[in-house]
């Protein structure tokens, strides 16, 4: 079974500054995405970026960036130029693309909660 | 489009008692999830359909849990009896197939079992 761990529970940043949350996953998989969700107090989760497995290329979004280490098993998010509307809890998720029954089906780390000071 | 709808936002409940949860996904969307998240963890995946079949209820506690999709379309989720241990956040999600990537969630039922 695979597992996701987020080992930081809290971070915090200063507005208009970078900030790096980490992921490692366990998984005996080739053939997989890693996302990063933002849930914002009160508010439904949504996707920040995702990565495919196969695509050496780190993912880009804007101010969102990962740091995709295959070989390690790591996955972390950097956040440029931080906003206040950036605080939330942020999850890292893996998702198979092998097929069968646990097609689809996300794994979630702990998640780790940014605070972002003015 | 609009988004996952899901009802009550809030319930509270007694230990021993059930409730109902309802979902209904993005028009279109062939894969519906429910999760459960607990206070300060991750969610965990419940229950998968495809259209109005089962594909993955693995971590369903079936003694007290179950859930339907009825014509494919929207979804119920249900506990009888409760526990206190139950007391969670539960998020419905919905996607194009179990192929797509991208994972629309809905605003979630905060449950608490006193």
């Known amino acids: 079974a695979q597992t996701v761990t987020q080992s930081q529970p809290e971070m915090s940043v200063q507005e208009a500054e970078t900030v790096t949350l980490s992921c490692t996953y366990d998984?005996?998989?080739?053939?997989?995405?890693l996302f990063w969700y933002k849930q914002p107090p009160s508010r439904q989760m949504i996707l920040v970026i995702r990565q495919e497995a196969y695509k050496q290329q780190n993912a880009t979004e804007n101010r969102f960036s990962v740091n995709f280490q295959k070989a390690a098993k790591s996955f972390s998010l950097k956040i440029s130029d931080s906003q206040l509307g950036d605080a939330a809890m942020y999850f890292c998720?893996?998702?198979?693309?092998?097929?069968?029954?646990?097609?689809?089906?996300?794994?979630f780390g702990q998640g780790t909660i940014l605070t972002v000071h003015p | 489009e609009a988004g996952v709808a899901q009802s009550p936002r809030y319930k509270i409940i007694e230990k021993r008692q059930s409730v109902a949860f309802w979902c209904n996904p993005i028009?279109?969307?062939?894969?519906l999830y429910w999760y459960q998240q607990i206070l300060g963890q991750g969610p965990k995946l419940l229950i998968q359909f495809q259209n109005n079949g089962v594909v993955d209820d693995s971590q369903l506690p079936k003694d007290r849990f179950s859930a339907e999709r009825l014509k494919g379309v929207d979804s119920t989720l249900k506990i009888q009896p409760a526990k206190l241990e139950d007391s969670a956040v539960y998020l419905c999600?919905?996607?194009?197939?179990?192929?797509?990537?991208?994972?629309?969630f809905g605003p979630g039922t905060r449950l608490t079992v006193t």
């Open positions: 998720a893996y998702r198979s693309n092998a097929g069968g029954t646990s097609y689809g089906k996300l794994t």
């Open positions: 998984t005996s998989e080739s053939d997989y995405y």
């Open positions: 028009s279109g969307h062939a894969t």
């Open positions: 999600a919905s996607s194009r197939g179990q192929g797509a990537y991208e994972q629309y």
